[in-house]
């Protein structure tokens, strides 16, 4: 079983609506958790980062993690063509700092 | 914010031939800097992690002596791909643990073909 399973779609949603992601992981010593937004062709940009369970804000963009379930979520409201992207959950390891990447969700809105 | 500068953003090369890619941090100081490899519709491989004045450390098969990391100041971070062949054909990103930041930033990758 891989460390960080996310289904790579791809997900289609018209402009304006709520987008879910998500993913699972399998080491229920994870406790550091990110999402990244990457353009094609472009290097992974950082969204989001979650430590422990609940819910975390920052404008349109919700990540909320289950450690009881080990599901990682990353909500998008109001989704705009702009965010038309790859999203890549990850976990970051111990103490070797180490950044393990989901497959990455292919998402488009369409206008 | 923490930005590292990527180079070359493309480069195409002849089978046999080494290319180098280079990553600097611009306005931090990079100690460990992470090397990713991406294929088309595929997640980041992470490929060694180097810290500043050390051997870079390598993932379990891949090869030391193809993928030279030199990791020789705080600042820079280059990858030298030694003979290259069209299975090296790829998107390389490099990847800076930043002090005090959760978060990792990263490189605008480099797309390397070998022809």
């Known amino acids: 079983q891989k460390e960080v399973e996310q289904d790579p779609g791809p997900l289609s949603v018209p402009e304006g609506a709520i987008v879910s992601l998500n993913c699972t992981y399998s080491n229920s010593a994870f406790q550091y958790f990110m999402w990244y937004r990457q353009y094609s062709r472009k290097g992974p940009e950082l969204l989001m980062y979650?430590?422990?369970?609940g819910n975390k804000e920052d404008g349109r963009f919700t990540a909320q993690v289950d450690k009881s379930s080990k599901y990682i979520s990353l909500f998008i409201r109001d989704s705009q063509p702009s965010d038309s992207a790859t999203y890549l959950c990850?976990?970051?390891?111990?103490?070797?700092?180490?950044?393990?990447f989901g497959k990455g969700t292919l998402l488009t809105v369409n206008p | 914010g923490a930005v590292v500068s990527q180079h070359p953003s493309w480069v195409i090369c002849k089978s046999g031939t080494s290319v180098k890619i280079e990553c600097r941090s611009l306005?931090?100081?990079?100690?460990?800097m992470f090397w990713y490899r991406q294929f088309p519709k595929q997640s980041l491989m992470l490929m060694a992690t180097?810290?500043?004045?050390?051997?870079?450390?390598?993932e379990q098969g891949v090869e030391k002596d193809k993928f030279l990391i030199n990791h020789a100041s705080l600042t820079l971070s280059t990858l030298t791909v030694t003979s290259a062949h069209p299975e090296d054909s790829s998107f390389y990103i490099c990847s800076a643990r930043v002090q005090g930041v959760y978060g990792y930033t990263f490189g605008s990758g480099t797309r390397l073909t070998v022809v």
């Open positions: 990850a976990r970051k390891g111990g103490s070797n700092y180490k950044l393990t």
């Open positions: 180097s810290n500043e004045g050390s051997k870079a450390t390598y």
């Open positions: 979650t430590y422990s369970s």
């Open positions: 306005d931090f100081q990079a100690t460990t």
